[in-house]
């Protein structure tokens, strides 16, 4: 079963940068889709990026489009989200996932990592 751990996240004022990876623990060959998804306190979790894997399209919320990058380190098994110029409602627990297919639908990922806070302070 993959396991997937994020990492990077802090807090950073706004306009600042910050960038977050999420190392599974074998590659997903049956798994395409890696994604990151983030919640808010109080609002439903929301996805921000995905990618297939080997080479394949990226996916980005209109909310982070020209902000966040999504890209890939296939010999470290990584995906990483570079995100700039953040705002205040960049604020939240970010999470990955993977699964088959890329979804902006959290019910359709199967595994998840523990998440990791941003906080963007104005």
């Given amino acids: 079963q993959v396991q997937l751990v994020e990492s990077g996240g802090g807090s950073v004022q706004a306009g600042g940068s910050l960038r977050l990876s999420c ?3 074998e590659y997903p060959y049956r798994l395409n889709c890696m994604a990151w998804f983030r ?5 439903e979790r929301e996805g921000v990026a995905a990618i297939y894997t080997g080479g394949g399209n990226t996916y980005y919320a209109d909310s982070v489009m ?3 990058t999504i890209s890939e380190d296939n010999a470290k098994n990584t995906v990483s989200l570079q995100m700039n110029s953040l705002k205040p409602e960049d604020t939240a627990m970010y999470y990955c996932a993977v699964d088959q297919r890329c979804s902006w ?3 359709t990922y199967n595994y998840w990592g523990q998440g990791t806070q941003v906080t963007v302070s104005s």
């Fill in 39 to 43: 919640q808010a306190p109080g609002k």
């Fill in 66 to 68: 020209g902000r966040f």
């Fill in 23 to 25: 190392a599974a623990s």
């Fill in 105 to 107: 639908r959290h019910e």
